[in-house]
């Protein structure tokens, strides 16, 4: 009798030791950002974007302004990388210093007053 319960606790260990390495697998990072989601939270209108690679190419810039409340998402090639340098400026002539961002950790470039 205590063999049976024995066998069947180590295969529920089992079970649940694969369950959790497949799962931590499917946690991974991806190696490449895809898209960035830009969302002006400011009171005034987002007149510039500039969103730069590792490799200094720009991958994404702002066409016309984007008002306040409003969001615009930004597709990105493949192969940039996570880590992007995001640089902005508003109406009220603030300036948003160049900042680095991981987009794929967390593809939300959020501006905020």
Same mark, same amino acid.
């Given at each position: 009798?205590?063999?049976?319960?024995?066998?069947?606790?180590?295969?529920? $260990?089992?079970?649940?030791?694969?369950?959790?390495?497949?799962?931590?697998?499917?946690?991974?990072?991806?190696?490449?950002?895809?898209?960035?989601?830009?969302?002006?939270?400011?009171?005034?209108?987002?007149?510039?974007?500039?969103?730069?690679?590792?490799?200094?190419?720009?991958?994404? =810039?702002?066409?016309?302004?984007?008002?306040?409340?409003?969001?615009?998402?930004?597709?990105?090639?493949?192969?940039?990388? $996570?880590?992007?340098?995001?640089?902005?400026?508003?109406? #009220?002539?603030?300036?948003?210093?160049?900042?680095?961002? #991981?987009? $794929?950790? #967390?593809? =939300?470039?959020?501006?905020?007053?």
């Amino acid at each position: 009798m205590r063999s049976k319960v024995l066998m069947a606790a180590l295969a529920g $260990c089992s079970v649940l030791a694969a369950g959790s390495a497949m799962a931590q697998g499917s946690r991974a990072a991806p190696k490449n950002a895809s898209e960035a989601l830009v969302v002006n939270g400011r009171s005034v209108a987002l007149t510039g974007l500039e969103i730069t690679s590792a490799k200094g190419e720009k991958v994404g =810039t702002l066409k016309k302004a984007l008002e306040p409340g409003k969001r615009q998402s930004f597709k990105i090639r493949p192969r940039n990388g $996570c880590v992007f340098t995001i640089s902005a400026s508003f109406a #009220d002539e603030a300036e948003f210093e160049p900042t680095e961002q #991981d987009l $794929c950790m #967390d593809k =939300t470039i959020r501006f905020v007053d």
